[in-house]
Nanobody, 114 residues
Framework: QVQLVESGGGLVQAGGSLRLSCAAS????????MGWYRQAPGKERELVAR???????NYADSVKGRFTISGDNAKNTVYLQMNSLKPEDTAVYYC????????WGQGTQVTVSS
């Protein structure tokens, strides 16, 4: 079993920044493949960013150049630095990892006001 706990969401004005954290515990020994998804009201959940132990990262086109995913293997924690936030970034953000099966965090709300 793997437990994922997110933190760092909140309310911010457009153009502002937030940093999300996701701490993993249980049967997980690296940050390989950990990622962030988001789901806005009435929309499907979408991948925002993912990181691998090699250092490779993937980003959704909509956040490239504004969001940065990073990780700390020693702490089994990944971060999502979100800059130049836009109202369309408003969503619940979920941490995700796959280890035999998929695991999800409880989600953290990010609200960007215009």
């Amino acid at each position: 079993q793997v437990q994922l706990v997110e933190s760092g969401g909140g309310l911010v004005q457009a153009g502002g920044s937030l940093r999300l954290s996701c701490a993993a515990s249980g049967s997980i020994f690296s940050i390989n493949g950990m990622g962030w998804y988001r789901q806005a009201p009435g929309k499907e959940r979408e991948l925002v960013a993912r990181i691998f132990s090699t250092g490779r990262t993937n980003y959704a086109d909509s956040v490239k150049g504004r969001f940065t995913i990073s990780g700390d293997n020693a702490k089994n924690t990944v971060y999502l630095q979100m800059n130049s936030l836009k109202p369309e970034d408003t969503a619940v953000y979920y941490c995700n990892v796959a280890r035999i099966r998929e695991y999800w965090g409880q989600g953290t709300q990010v609200t960007v006001s215009s």
